[in-house]
């Protein structure tokens, strides 16, 4: 099965400064990577996802880039708020007759004001 | 934040009891999953279903059970089988399972067993 890795485990960074959470994935044919947003006691969030066939995508202060080639991803925040302090979750998933989804141990983001 | 439900948002039980644990969706969804979420281990699939009548094994089946008798409801049960059952429970659903769909996560059940 797919198998995806996840870097840093934590990340504290200053307001305004940004953040770079990376994941690496297992099989080549993976092609749907979304991300989930969770925040202190609340469900995981949707906050962006990108398909293989397509190299970067933008959303606002969030954006995330592909690398087929290397089979590795990345979720990048700009201008870091207080209120992007959360756990991050990559995922990938392999396209076909059900989609499940491989996710990352998470990214715990802490923004110090 | 409406539109998948889950119940209890604690639970506490006795080691060899079986428990179930409730989720609802009125999102008109085909496909449904639970997750078990630990510190540092992220979301692990324990079932899916994509249809009514029918769900598969995820990763971390063993020691659990579903059911999907209606379109709405995909509880789970977590049975004594189970070795190390507390832990945070998600549930989630989407349109389809097909296509990549967004998953929509319930509020989570909290289960402890001592």
């Known amino acids: 099965g797919e198998n995806v890795e996840q870097h840093p485990s934590t990340l504290s960074v200053q307001e305004g400064d940004s953040a770079v959470i990376k994941c690496t994935y297992s099989?080549?044919?993976?092609?749907?990577f979304p991300w989930y947003k969770q925040e202190l006691g609340k469900r995981p969030q949707l906050i962006i996802d990108?398909?293989?066939?397509?190299g970067e995508k933008k959303d606002q202060r969030i954006a995330v880039t592909l690398n087929k080639t290397a089979k590795h991803f990345s979720l990048h925040i700009t201008e870091t708020q207080p209120e992007d302090s959360a756990v991050y979750f990559c995922a990938a998933s392999i396209s076909g007759a059900d989609y499940k989804l491989s996710f990352g141990a998470g990214t715990t983001v802490t923004v110090r004001a | 934040d409406g539109g998948i439900t889950q119940s209890p948002k604690y639970l506490f039980r006795k080691e060899g009891q079986n428990v179930t644990l409730s989720c609802e969706q009125n999102l008109n969804h085909d496909a449904m999953y639970w997750y078990r979420q630990d510190p540092g281990q992220g979301l692990r699939l324990i079932y899916y279903?994509?249809?009514?009548?029918?769900?598969q094994k995820g990763d971390i089946a063993e020691g659990y059970s579903v059911s999907r008798e209606k379109k709405e409801s995909f509880p789970l049960t977590v049975t004594s089988a189970q070795k190390n059952p507390t832990a945070f429970y998600l549930c989630a659903s989407s349109l389809a399972m097909a296509g990549g769909y967004e998953q929509y996560f319930g509020p989570g059940t909290r289960l402890t067993v001592t």
């Open positions: 990108i398909r293989s066939n397509v």
């Open positions: 099989d080549s044919a993976s092609n749907y």
């Open positions: 279903s994509q249809i009514v009548n029918d769900f």
